[in-house]
Each structure stands twice: as C-alpha cells, then as structure tokens.
C-alpha cells in the first residue's frame, strides 16, 4: 500500500491551534499523538517535513524537531532518511476509547450505559424459542421474520410504513453503515455529513473511499444554506443524518426541516443514510409529539437503526430500512461480510421491543436523572463551561471557554481519565471549543469523572498540557 502523505496545511487544520497560545514541544508532541491514536492520522501516514510544519504552524523549528523526536521515542514516528517521518503504531497500543486492563483509569468516551432492565429476561425467553431454530442452519442472512416484521410495525407506529421485506437485520448500526458505504457507494462519492457528527461514522465513510464534505451544525439546527450550497457545488451522492437527538450534540430535526432537508436532497438527487440509533431516546419530548422519520419525506432514503443504544450495546442487533428494490443488493452483498446476525439476539430483541415502552419509560426516567446530576455537577465545578440541555440522547454537549479541547484530553489522561477532544467529531478540523460528555453511567462513575475532569482543567489554565507530576492513582470504577 502507498503511504499516504499529510500536507503541513492539513496538519495545521488537524492541531487548530491558537497563534495567541504556541504550544511547547512536548504539548505539540502530545496533540500529534491524540491525532494518532484517535484514528484522525492513520498509520502508515508520512507527516510533514519539520521546516514545512515549522513554516505552517506558529512555532520555532527547534519545538518542530524536539516535537517530532519526542514522538520517535514514543515509537509513534520512524523516520528514514529520504523517506521521511511515517506514523507507527507500536505494538500494543490500546485504542484511545479504552482504559488499560486493571488499570484506575476511567474512561467517559463512549456514549452508553449498563443494560436496560428486562434485557435478561428477554434473553431468558429468546432460549426458550431458540430449539426451532436449531433445526436450521442458522444463517440468518436478512433476519429472522419476527424481528423483521416487529422492526417494520415500529416504523408504521411512527408514521412511515414499511413492509418487513423492506428491512435488514444487520450487526449493529455501524455495520449497516458499512455495508451501505461499501455495497450502495462507489469509491471517490462525495457523502455530506453534519459537522460536528459521529466520529466513527466519519472514518467508515472514509475507509470505504468516499469524500466527507461537512456541513456546520450549531449544536441547535442544521445550516441549510450550506447544506444546499454543497450539492450545488459538485454533485453529492450521499448525504449522511443523525436527525434524532443528534450525536454529538443531542438537536431534534424538526418536521418543517425535515422536509426542507428532503426538498434539498431531491432537487440535488442526494440520497439520505438517516441514522436513526438515538430516536427512541426522547427524555424532554412526548414520544407521540416526535416528528415523523426523514425518510417519510424521502421516499428513497436508507435508513440505520439500532437496539444497541436503545437496549444494550452486547445485543449488537441492528438494522437497515430500504426501498425494496435496494435490499436484493445488500443482501447479497452481505454474505460477503458477515453472512447472518446470531439468532439468539435477534429473538431477544424481539422480545425488548414487545414491551419497548414499558422498559424506555424506566430508562428514560434514569437517563434524565443522571443528565440533571452531570449538569449540576458541571455546574458547580466548572462554572464558566457553556452547557446545553439536550431534549435527548445520551450526552451533554460542551462549549468551553477557550480553544483547549485537545490539550484537555492530553491533561485528562495524567489524571486517569479518557476523554474524546472535540475536534474528534468534525470531519473537516475545528471543534477546540467543544466537548462531549456522555451521561448514560451511574451516579458515581459521573461524580469521579467530573472531579478528575476539573482537576484536568486545572492543569489546562495553568498552562501544563501534560502534569509533570505522576497522577494521583484512584481505584477502577467497576461501572
């Protein structure tokens, strides 16, 4: 494979440092670092040389030099005369999302929590129907018909008809996303996302050769002037949407632009992927005020659903809802990928979505309680942090007082927290002003993390991206 080279211009986008606050060399070093393991700098990629960086950036050629040998000792950088400075991944690196195996570290980068109740006894009775299926081979290619005609009903139930035949089983959202991405697409498509937007649907969109062209999102709305100068700009295949309770910042698209958003995709021929893994997740909206799917505003939209953020992350069931002439392709596509979804969640989820409202009224009931907890906590320790209040979802979105997001993340790893910078959710740099901090967790698990976060931030305002005093060793949240 060719080594991909990352220009000093793209670099300087990815750092989206302040020229009033030059970072030292070891803070830089560390910025860069965050860029790799977070997947923003893949392996493999030749860095600027140091006098391009060093004309790029708002620093000395010595903080480049010192910066890049940092990083070589680190083992992140082999550097090769003629051949320049490619970025490693040392073996063993743990991926940035999670904490050390018994280690004190804790991690708040993923937006989850612990089960729902009744996941258990769901899976108690999907064992009971499993001995039906045993008879079968088990390659459950488009999902087993329960599930399916369940998925289909809860979809009318919201406003959108849909045939079960229209519906695919699949192994969670994301890997719906990529079979979309890689079955529908063809390589050099440009796909229009929500900027800020999730960060993993970011980079499957990437891997699978399409071009990601972001489009502004406020944190409270959708810029549809952009969104329609974009498609006017140069043709876009796909447009990529979270409407509901959007990740990361929890908006709700409204009906009116819903339809506004389809209006523009129409006129363009843009087909929507509407991913819809946080729609059942309203905590401040009567579920029967909801507005009605994108999709019923777009005949041809694909849309991406999950029972992992609405149940449980383990059950790893997902699905697609397609035009009918669509699924033939993914089906047969996917036999190429995984061949089937496990029975046995499948049925569980079945099972979840028969008594779907009497188990999200309990989640949600707690979902609210622990978002009130993080805000009040916030509030009384960080006080100058802008927060919102999102109607729901699963995480609060932070504005910060200063561009310091990244650096925050590197100060929040010497107190044994894991954090996910800002810049992380935008596809096209920025983001130093903003946060993400999930609160699907237990009350304690919130408590440590926002006392750690503080102490972070402590060391951010002092100036010292990275304490150089050991961080003080707490034991492991079992949460």
């Known amino acids: ?58 620093v000395s050629r010595t903080t480049v030099t010192r910066a890049y040998g940092v990083l070589r000792e680190a083992g992140l950088l082999v550097s090769r005369r003629g051949s320049g400075s490619v970025v490693a991944l040392p073996r063993g690196t743990r991926p940035p999302y999670m904490p050390p195996a018994g280690s004190s570290m804790v991690g708040w980068t993923i937006a989850a929590g612990q089960a729902a109740p009744g996941v258990g006894l769901a899976y108690g009775r999907a064992l009971e129907q499993l001995p039906e299926y045993l008879a079968q081979t088990g390659y459950e290619t488009v999902g087993v018909p329960v599930l399916r005609e369940l998925v289909a009903q809860r979809y009318a139930e919201r406003g959108l008809p849909t045939d079960p035949d229209q519906i695919l089983i699949t192994s969670g959202a994301q890997s719906a996303l990529n079979l979309v991405a890689r079955t529908l697409a063809t390589r050099g498509d440009r796909v229009a996302v929500e900027s800020p937007t999730y960060p993993n649907a970011i980079d499957s969109l990437r891997r699978s050769g399409l071009r990601v062209v972001g489009v502004p999102h406020d944190g409270h709305r959708l810029d549809l002037d952009a969104l329609a100068a974009a498609v006017r700009a140069a043709p876009v295949a796909w447009a990529y949407l979270i409407p509901d309770f959007q990740n990361p910042t929890g908006a709700l698209m409204d009906d009116v632009t819903r339809h506004e958003v389809a209006s523009i995709l129409r006129r363009s021929t843009t087909t929507p992927i509407v991913d819809e893994t946080m729609a059942e997740l309203a905590l401040d909206v009567d579920e029967r005020a909801m507005p009605v799917p994108l999709a019923a505003h777009h005949p041809g939209a694909i849309t ?43 049925l569980a989820v079945a099972e979840l979505l028969r008594v779907r409202e009497e188990l999200l009224d309990g989640r949600r009931e707690r979902l609210r309680a622990r978002r009130e907890e993080l805000t009040a906590a916030l509030r009384e320790r960080l006080p100058d942090w802008g927060l919102n209040s999102p109607v729901g979802g699963l995480s609060l979105w932070i504005r910060l007082p200063s561009r310091a997001s990244s650096r925050l993340a590197v100060a929040a790893e010497a107190h044994d927290l894991l954090l996910t910078a800002g810049p992380r959710f935008f596809p096209d740099g920025g983001g130093e002003t903003s946060l993400r901090l999930p ?20 060391t951010v305002l002092a100036g010292r991206a990275t304490p150089t005093a050991p961080p003080r060793r707490r034991p492991a949240l079992t949460a």
């Open 439 to 458: 609160y699907a967790r237990t009350a304690e698990h919130l408590a440590d993390a926002v006392d750690r976060l503080a102490l972070a931030w402590e």
């Open 1 to 58: 494979m060719a080594t991909a080279n990352l220009s000093a211009s793209r670099l300087h986008a990815l750092l989206d440092l302040a020229p009033e606050d030059p970072p030292g060399y070891r803070e830089l070093a560390d910025l860069v670092r965050l860029l790799v393991l977070d997947g923003r700098i893949p392996a493999g990629t030749r860095l600027p040389s140091e006098r391009e960086l060093t004309a790029a950036l708002p």
């Open 304 to 346: 991406l659903g999950s029972a992992s953020k609405t149940f449980w992350g383990g059950l790893r069931i997902g699905w697609i809802r397609a035009p009918h002439a669509v699924v033939p392709r993914l089906v047969a596509a996917r036999e190429t990928f995984d061949i089937g979804t496990p029975v046995l969640e499948q």
